[in-house]
């Protein structure tokens, strides 16, 4: 890995980790009002095509700033990159199909709180590449 690389994994790492473990706390403390919110998104055409739009472009620059794959953070990068262009194309082709698997997730508590672990851990683990560990 260059080090120009190894500083856009850095980077990226700064940013994905902090939020990844604000979304994990976000669903752990408002896991009740996630019920709630599904069928009112799903209601709200403009507001699913404006976040499918921004998610899809989100992942689309952090995927042209950083497309590498020689170590493990910087694959994760990338995954996760694609992983939101991905979310993003849905919400603007297949939104329905993209609400019911997160109902499905919401419906099952104990599949919801163990994705929702593995988030913060994930998150926890990229906050450390970024800000703590020496090497990326």
Known sequence: MTEAQAL??????R???PFLLLIALMV?????????????????AALVMVAGVWTALLGLIVFTA?????????????????ML???GALLLLQPEALIA???????APPV????????FLLGAWLTF???????V
């Open 8 to 13: 856009t994994t850095r980077f990226c790492a």
């Open 15 to 17: 940013v994905a980790g």
């Open 28 to 44: 752990f403390t408002r896991y009740d009002t996630l019920e709630m919110l599904l069928p009112s998104l799903q209601q709200n």
């Open 66 to 82: 950083h497309h590498h794959f020689n170590s493990l953070a910087a694959a994760t990068i990338s995954v996760l990159a694609l």
């Open 85 to 87: 262009v991905l979310r």
């Open 101 to 107: 698997v997160a109902g499905g997730f919401v419906d």
């Open 112 to 119: 919801m709180y163990a994705a929702t672990g593995l988030t």
């Open 129 to 135: 590449v970024g800000w703590v560990a020496q090497k």
